[in-house]
């Protein structure tokens, strides 16, 4: 874990495919989007908490609703 308190987790972008490292919240359930630091492409994030597991989604902003 950082020192802000965030969490680093690695996801695949859904649109360039390579794998990049963001940051979550650890205790927090949370949607919302952010650029792919490669492509800049809108991710969409989610995050659950299942347990002491954090699960991390990445899908394209425009897909899931
Ligand atoms: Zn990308």
Redesign the pocket.
Known sequence: MSESGLLEKDIT?P??W?L?LILVEPFEAQTYTED?S??C?P?LIRTEIFGEDLIVSATQEDEGF
């Open positions: 972008c649109f360039c390579e990049i792919c490669v492509c492409h991710i």
